[in-house]
């Protein structure tokens, strides 16, 4: 399967802990987004690269969320002192941008964080 | 903030017959996006519009971008049970070369 990959597909954690996510893209896409989604809720952008470079963060919910794509394959999403209100999915898309591309994004299965 | 809003929220149809959902921005989109979700999934690109007015078809979906781009609407002719899913449309705003924005969804359920 070369498509998008996610890991851990779900994970119960408590409250207060730290948890971390991985994303694997498809292997020749330069960007990589992570969103997050609630229920009933599109997803919501949080943060994405091209390449390694970390483009854009300002929507990252706050402090505790930090994304890194060290060499601009597999990306890491943490959360620091999980809070209730973190349970949701995680969304990793990874997509070609170039010139004359669509910027088509291919999202993976995401991650389901619950926190108790 | 920029946002993208979307209605209706929720269309239960008879299978046959046709379904719209429409999606609208509060600002000028260089380009937007549909995806569709089904339950249990995660979203799947369906089509990008880019030009002003730009109308394009897969099969029994037609997809349209307002001429003033900050609007679009995705239309199903004749439903099937499965075009049961909810269906988004993601605005990439005007000058951003970054993130989309993305609708709350329109979920479809179709009886047969």
């Keep these: 399967d070369t498509g998008v990959s996610q890991d851990p597909r779900h994970k119960i954690t408590k409250r207060g802990q730290n948890v971390t996510f991985r994303c694997d893209p498809i292997s020749e896409h330069n960007r990589l987004y992570w969103y997050r989604q609630t229920l009933g809720q599109g997803p919501e952008f949080l943060t994405y ?7 854009e963060k300002s929507r990252l919910l706050s402090d505790r969320f ?14 620091q002192r999980t809070e209730q209100g973190d349970s949701a999915m995680y969304l990793c898309a990874s997509s070609f941008y170039g010139q004359f591309s669509t910027d088509t994004q291919y999202f993976g299965p995401g991650t389901r964080l619950t926190v108790l | 903030g920029q946002q993208v809003m979307q209605i209706p929220q929720y269309q239960h149809v008879q299978e046959g ?30 089509i990008q519009l880019v030009k002003s007015g730009e109308v394009k078809k897969q099969k029994r979906l037609t997809f349209q971008f307002g001429e ?10 004749a ?11 993601a605005g990439r705003p005007g000058g951003s070369q970054g993130n989309l924005i993305f609708g709350k969804g329109t979920k479809l359920s179709v009886k047969p």
């Design chain 2, 68 to 77: 003033a781009k900050k609007n679009s609407s995705l239309h199903i002719t």
């Design chain 1, 49 to 55: 690269f091209q390449n390694e470079a970390q483009l």
């Design chain 1, 66 to 79: 930090s994304a890194e794509r060290p060499k601009g394959s597999f990306s890491t999403l943490e959360i």
């Design chain 2, 79 to 89: 439903t099937q049970t499965t075009d049961v899913g909810t269906y988004f449309c």
């Design chain 2, 17 to 46: 017959e046709d379904f719209t959902t429409y999606c609208n921005s509060s600002t000028t989109l260089s380009n937007i996006q549909w995806y569709k979700q089904r339950p249990g999934g995660h979203p799947v690109f369906l």
